[in-house]
């Protein structure tokens, strides 16, 4: 099967030019002026950009998570991102307190088994290498294309781990070639805030977001900062949210330490303002970490422009409001935190990037799929439009408008958290490996497409085989 795109203008993180692209199976064979070449199928893309498909490096489908399971499975997670411009994500595979790497990696891999509709890689979420996960086992998964390690300085008594474990992992990156995520949020202090509001009787979503406050995530990410220099292991903070946390992560980047920071869509758009929404509708803006106070919108557009942050994730953990996050309806502790996101993260940067000019459409393209693909070894199988490049491909029309709307979506959630935001601007056609996905509203490809990729190593490069000269 062979695929020509015509007149498109092909934006990559570098590029910007209007030209063809011929795709032969699976992979990008020809990019051209004006290629004259017969193909099984032509689409006609004047008008509209051509983007790499989107990366989404932090995403949670079918995770048990705060006594509930997330509502968006493989295929309805991943139906969403493909609506939504993205073709290859990282999700987290979580290890259970006590049980073996293997063990968490057999249950993932049964999650996504015939179920994806769009590329997917995993990263291990270390939660015990007492009981549980060894090192010697930690240092053997980037054999299989787990070349990264996610810890959670936070969630006391359920995913937390101390500074050594933390510290162990790190020593394990250093030697192997992963890259150590971690979710910088002082888990020690926030648990004694939160039992403190609770015996106040303050219950209500907001406190979710007082009980967790900015300098919480400010030491914690320093910490994270100075203990990876110490191991000697490349670092990545994810879900950045305010100028507590920028700034550490800007002051190591600039001394060269190798540390790299991502925020998420919703943290440009959310703030204090909607969890404190009265009647429980607060809850449906209960992530962590939290909502913050707006003034640190314009520090996370600055932190992107300047690459102090360096992705763009959703961190897409979805669950009802009506049935889920009402398990905390009258104590904030015990809504499911997460919230969804997979499919507008490009109709909202687009617009509020882009179109209002914070950013460049090259930029934009870097931080939504460039940088993912290569910070998690993806890249150049992912992530760009070259010859070689898997045929992810993004036929985006930057004149069709949009209304983001829980009533039209495609996660299995009751809501949106940019509900009513009308934007300019949404994917047409998306195709991964030459195979469309969706065209227009329809979604073309079933269930079992989309494959696992086995992730190179930090600072490696992913080729198909027969691509390398
Ligand atoms: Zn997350």
Same mark, same amino acid.
């Given at each position: 099967? /062979?695929?020509?795109?015509?007149g498109? =203008?092909?934006?990559? #993180?570098?590029?910007? *030019? +209007?030209g063809?692209?011929? %795709?032969?199976?699976e992979r ?5 002026? /004006? ?5 099984? =199928?032509v689409i006609? #893309?004047?008008?509209? *950009? +051509?983007?790499?498909?989107? %990366? ?35 999700d987290?595979c ?7 790497f293997?063990d968490a ?8 088994d ?22 010697e086992?930690?240092?053997?998964l980037p054999?299989q ?14 995913l ?10 790190m ?5 192997t ?6 979710h910088?949020e ?12 609770l015996?106040?009787?303050?219950t ?8 967790r ?5 400010g030491?914690?990410t320093n910490r ?7 191991a ?20 190591a ?11 998420c869509?919703?943290?440009?758009f ?21 909502v ?10 600055n ?8 992705a ?11 049935g ?34 914070r ?27 070259a010859?070689?490049s ?7 029309d ?7 709307t ?5 996660s ?5 958290l940019?509900?009513g935001?009308?934007?300019t ?21 079933s ?7 086995a992730?190179?190593r ?11 000269a």
């Amino acid at each position: 099967m /062979s695929t020509l795109i015509k007149g498109g =203008r092909i934006i990559t #993180a570098a590029d910007d *030019y +209007v030209g063809d692209i011929y %795709v032969e199976g699976e992979r990008i064979a020809m990019l051209g002026e /004006s290629l004259d070449v017969d193909a099984d =199928r032509v689409i006609d #893309a004047s008008g509209k *950009y +051509v983007l790499p498909g989107c %990366v989404d490096p932090h995403t949670h489908l079918d995770m048990p998570f705060g006594g509930t399971t997330t509502i968006d499975d493989v295929t309805s997670g991943q139906t969403a991102a493909a609506f939504g411009g993205t073709t290859c994500h990282v999700d987290f595979c979580i290890q259970s307190p006590g049980s073996s790497f293997a063990d968490a990696l057999d249950t993932w891999h049964g999650k996504r088994d015939g179920k994806q509709i769009i590329d997917m890689g995993f990263h291990i979420a270390v939660t015990d290498l007492r009981e549980g996960g060894s090192l010697e086992e930690l240092a053997r998964l980037p054999e299989q294309g787990i070349t990264s390690y996610k810890l959670f300085m936070a969630y006391k008594g359920a995913l937390m781990v101390d500074d050594e474990t933390l510290f162990r992992t790190m020593e394990v990156a250093s030697q192997t070639g992963a890259l150590v995520m971690v979710h910088a949020e002082n888990g020690d202090l926030i648990d004694v805030l939160v039992r403190q509001a609770l015996e106040a009787g303050n219950t209500e979503p907001l406190y979710h977001a007082l009980t967790r406050p900015p300098e919480a995530e400010g030491e914690a990410t320093n910490r994270a900062i100075q203990l990876a220099h110490v191991a000697g292991a490349p670092l990545y903070v994810v879900h950045v949210t305010c100028r507590e946390a920028v700034e550490p992560i800007a002051r190591a980047r600039e001394a060269g330490w190798n540390v790299w920071g991502e925020t998420c869509t919703q943290y440009f758009f959310n703030s204090l303002d909607d969890i404190a929404k009265p009647n429980f509708e607060g809850a449906k803006y209960v992530y962590s970490p939290p909502v913050r106070d707006k003034s640190n919108w314009d520090v996370l557009w600055n932190a992107v422009r300047t690459d102090a942050l360096s992705a763009i994730s959703t961190d897409h953990c979805a669950f009802l409001w009506d049935g889920q996050k009402t398990l905390g309806k009258d104590d904030f502790s015990k809504i499911p935190n997460g919230g969804p996101g997979l499919e507008n993260r490009l109709h909202m940067i687009h617009e509020f990037g882009a179109r209002a000019g914070r950013i460049s459409l090259n930029r934009m393209v870097e931080l939504l799929a460039t940088s993912p693909a290569k910070l998690f070894g993806l890249y150049p199988k992912k992530g760009t439009v070259a010859v070689g490049s898997d045929a992810d491909l993004v036929i985006f029309d930057p004149e069709r408008k949009h209304t983001i709307t829980a009533a039209t979506q495609h996660s299995k959630t009751d809501y949106n958290l940019y509900e009513g935001t009308e934007v300019t601007g949404t994917p047409d056609v998306v195709l991964l490996r030459g195979n469309v996905l969706v065209e227009g509203d329809e979604l073309v490809a079933s269930p079992g497409i989309g494959q696992y990729v086995a992730r190179a190593r930090f600072g490696q490069e992913l080729r198909a085989k027969s691509a390398i000269a």
